[in-house]
């Protein structure tokens, strides 16, 4: 019996000993994808192994190398603007705290198939919790985790969070930092694949701190990479908002052009027409100055050709318009007498374009003030050139009705004051032409550039066989004009580099801005100066030269951090080319516009001199038949004139002073001359009558 008991025992012994692993294997080959359920309940477990925490510990590799593909990928262009944290990405890969229970034998299980390399929590979090695999042959289970860390991702993990950085700063509005971040991911050739996100961080850090030029030569390098590149598109699209910024949206023009062919976004496409409108029309002018004329119908046919595109709805459809009426006016010019240009049609095309311009940029409320002042400056621009067209074609009182609408003060006065004389002139009202030469010739103007008003003032008085004080405007002209015409034709017989013609102007410039002495060769330059100013393409990329150089100068301004960074040597470096660049134009612009001044000039001053022998023999004829009369002829009359104005302006009479506001209003009364008149001071015929 006693042996039976022992037997029993035995036997139940050997049966716990058999048992007790079959337990733990059997729990080792559960499911524990589906855990998460019972995680709460198992959290607060109090009696789990220490040595656990190091199989949560693998495992947190093995998420770490699941989270590596996330921070490889090239985000898009949204993700540079505001990435998600590489650091982050492990942690977001979440597992049961309590997943593996501890083991109560140390006997070695065999790890089952299922997908246990599911990324458990921080270690920090583990709480000691886990399985105790230190002495286990379980390393195998990991394997598949391992050949995925084999993938080639060394070092981009951190050059990607390097980047981050850069674009964390950019959204800070810290954008010295975030410009020095993205360049020094320029400078290593190593991180060459992400050299374009880079550049692209930067690009936009120097247009949020006012450096536009800097900007638009770190974007040309961005599309100098081709329409695959990633952000190609995009860059485009910040090529309009520098030109919005800019004096002188020709600053980009070249760089439109050179992408003409690509496809624009939609919401910038009309002003990609007109911009390179606005091209065509710049160089087949320049084509015209240099007597290229089949190249430069090309280029006014692109002009039409795209302004025709812009749909009237559109913001730019005024502008368009306007070149297209430009480029009609060219075309038609081309006819040598009045009678054809009032035939040609497309002297009519730019006639209606004109209208059609002056229609569109009527002053209505619910305008921006930016868009009111560019509708208003082009509104001018239009009524001068509607009333130089009825100039040509002799319709001199429709000139001088649209010369009339410009209005007192604004950019376009004192040329239309100066062109509404000669319009007056041949409709013979003189005293309004005269009265208009002398507010050209006041105090307030004294440094602009009207040489033909004196031309245009002494045949009025010789027409009105006033000789002698048509003798003395000549002189006046002479003494005034022929320095100028001297020094000029010194200039262009320099025959100099394009760039050294724009750094004489550049040195007057510079003179007058810093209020240095000026000798009477610097008085004649300044002349010059402002003569080849009127040329507006010379202008535009002189105001982008200056802006330039004011860039340039605003490094000084910057932190030291940043002024003294390799970031501002560059910069510096690549502002100079630019500014090479535009001064070389600005210098092929300044020969061509000082070459045909000087052509014009000649042709005055050959004028003056034939109006003042015609002057010299009239005044000897007069003096023969007072000698024949025995002293009795009177060739000069008076002239009936009457002093009387509108209701609502007062007479006051002209003593040689001049205030600022009755510029304009000067009214010349002739009180006596050779010509048959019935009255002076008649009065424009209002077109709209006609």
């Given at each position: 019996m006693r042996s039976f008991r022992l037997i029993r025992l035995a036997v139940l012994g050997l049966a716990l000993v058999w048992t007790a692993p079959s337990y733990a294997q059997s729990f080792e080959g559960l499911d524990l994808?589906?855990?998460?359920?019972?995680?709460?309940?198992?959290?607060?477990?109090?009696?789990?192994?220490?040595?656990?925490?190091?199989?949560?510990?693998?495992?947190?590799?093995?998420?770490?190398?699941?989270?590596?593909?996330?921070?490889?990928?090239?985000?898009?262009?949204?993700?540079?603007?505001?990435?998600?944290?590489?650091?982050?990405?492990?942690?977001?890969?979440?597992?049961?705290?309590?997943?593996?229970?501890?083991?109560?034998?140390?006997?070695?299980?065999?790890?089952?198939?299922?997908?246990?390399?599911?990324?458990?929590?921080?270690?920090?979090?583990?709480?000691?919790?886990?399985?105790?695999?230190?002495?286990?042959?379980?390393?195998?289970?990991?394997?598949?985790?391992?050949?995925?860390?084999?993938?080639?991702?060394?070092?981009?993990?951190?050059?990607?969070?390097?980047?981050?950085?850069?674009?964390?700063?950019?959204?800070?509005?810290?954008?010295?930092?975030?410009?020095?971040?993205?360049?020094?991911?320029?400078?290593?050739?190593?991180?060459?694949?992400?050299?374009?996100e880079a550049r692209y961080v930067l690009a936009k850090s120097l247009y949020r701190m006012g450096m536009y030029h800097s900007s638009l030569g770190e974007f040309s390098k961005i599309l100098s990479l081709g329409p695959s590149t990633k952000f190609f598109k995009t860059s485009l699209e910040w090529l309009f908002f520098i030109s919005r910024k800019t004096k002188n949206e020709t600053v980009i023009l070249d760089e439109i052009a050179r992408h003409a062919n690509?496809?624009?976004?939609?919401?910038?496409?009309?002003?990609?027409?007109?911009?390179?409108?606005?091209?065509?029309f710049v160089r087949g002018r320049a084509l015209d100055q240099v007597g290229q004329t089949a190249d430069a119908d090309k280029s006014f046919a692109e002009v039409k050709r795209l302004t025709l595109l812009i749909p009237k709805t559109d913001l730019f459809y005024p502008r368009a318009r306007y070149l297209d009426g430009i480029a009609s006016f060219r075309n038609g010019s081309r006819q040598k007498d009045a009678a054809s240009k009032r035939g040609n049609g497309e002297m009519l095309a730019s006639v209606?374009?004109?209208?059609?311009?002056?229609?569109?940029?009527?002053?209505?409320?619910?305008?921006?003030?930016?868009?009111?002042?560019?509708?208003?400056?082009?509104?001018?621009?239009?009524?001068?050139?509607?009333?130089?067209?009825?100039?040509?074609?002799?319709?001199?009182?429709?000139?001088?009705?649209?010369?009339?609408?410009?209005?007192?003060?604004?950019?376009?006065?004192?040329?239309s004051l100066f062109e509404s004389s000669w319009a007056n002139y041949r409709v013979g009202q003189y005293e309004q032409a005269l009265g208009n030469l002398i507010?050209?010739?006041?105090?307030?103007?004294?440094?602009?550039?009207?040489?033909?008003?004196?031309?245009?003032?002494?045949?009025?008085?010789?027409?009105?066989?006033?000789?002698?004080?048509?003798?003395?405007?000549?002189?006046?002209?002479?003494?005034?004009?022929?320095?100028?015409h001297d020094q000029l034709e010194g200039l262009v017989k320099k025959d100099m580099e394009a760039s050294a013609y724009y750094s004489v102007l550049a040195d007057v410039q510079k003179k007058n801005k810093e209020g240095l002495e000026k000798n009477d060769t610097d008085l004649i330059l300044e002349r010059i100066l402002r003569l080849a100013l009127t040329d507006q393409d010379l202008r535009k990329t002189n105001d982008s030269i200056l802006e330039l150089e004011g860039e340039m100068d605003a490094f000084a301004s910057r932190g030291d951090t940043f002024k003294y960074s390799e970031l501002s040597k560059q910069l510096l470096e690549e502002l100079k080319v630019q500014r090479l660049s535009l001064i070389s134009k600005a210098g092929i612009m300044a020969k061509g516009k000082l070459e045909t001044e000087l052509v014009a000039l000649k042709q005055l001053l050959a004028n003056g001199l034939r109006i003042k022998f015609e002057t010299t023999t009239k005044e000897k004829e007069f003096l023969e038949e007072q000698l024949k009369a025995g002293?009795?002829?009177?060739?000069?009359?008076?002239?009936?004139?009457?002093?009387?104005?509108?209701?609502?302006?007062?007479?006051?009479?002209?003593?040689?002073?001049?205030?600022?506001?009755?510029?304009?209003?000067?009214?010349?009364?002739?009180?006596?001359?050779?010509?048959?008149?019935?009255?002076?001071?008649?009065?424009?015929?209002?077109?709209?009558?006609?």
């Open positions: 994808g589906g855990q998460s359920k019972s995680k709460k309940k198992k959290k607060g477990a109090t009696s789990k192994s220490a040595k656990g925490s190091k199989s949560a510990k693998g495992k947190k590799k093995t998420g770490r190398g699941k989270a590596a593909p996330a921070a490889v990928e090239a985000p898009e262009e949204e993700s540079i603007a505001s990435p998600a944290p590489v650091e982050a990405a492990p942690s977001a890969i979440t597992a049961p705290a309590a997943a593996t229970p501890a083991a109560t034998t140390s006997t070695p299980a065999t790890p089952p198939p299922a997908p246990t390399p599911a990324a458990p929590p921080a270690q920090e979090n583990a709480g000691g919790f886990g399985l105790d695999l230190t002495q286990q042959e379980a390393p195998k289970a990991p394997a598949p985790t391992m050949s995925f860390d084999a993938v080639d991702v060394s070092g981009k993990t951190a050059d990607r969070q390097r980047l981050d950085v850069a674009v964390s700063l950019f959204k800070n509005d810290e954008y010295e930092k975030a410009s020095m971040a993205a360049h020094e991911l320029l400078a290593d050739p190593k991180l060459a694949g992400l050299h374009t690509q496809e624009f976004p939609e919401k910038y496409r009309n002003e990609f027409r007109y911009l390179l409108a606005r091209y065509h209606e374009a004109m209208k059609e311009v002056v229609r569109l940029t009527r002053p209505v409320a619910g305008k921006s003030a930016d868009q009111a002042k560019a509708d208003k400056s082009l509104r001018e621009l239009a009524f001068m050139q509607l009333a130089r067209t009825h100039y040509g074609m002799q319709q001199n009182r429709y000139a001088l009705f649209y010369l009339g609408k410009v209005e007192r003060g604004n950019t376009q006065w004192l040329e507010t050209l010739s006041s105090p307030f103007f004294r440094e602009e550039y009207f040489p033909e008003a004196l031309i245009l003032k002494a045949v009025i008085y010789y027409e009105n066989c006033r000789y002698r004080e048509s003798n003395i405007i000549l002189q006046d002209f002479e003494r005034t004009y022929l320095p100028v002293g009795r002829t009177a060739i000069v009359k008076k002239y009936r004139f009457s002093v009387a104005v509108a209701d609502d302006q007062l007479y006051w009479p002209y003593e040689g002073e001049y205030w600022r506001d009755e510029l304009g209003t000067y009214q010349y009364t002739l009180t006596k001359g050779c010509i048959d008149r019935d009255s002076a001071n008649r009065n424009v015929q209002s077109a709209e009558a006609l």
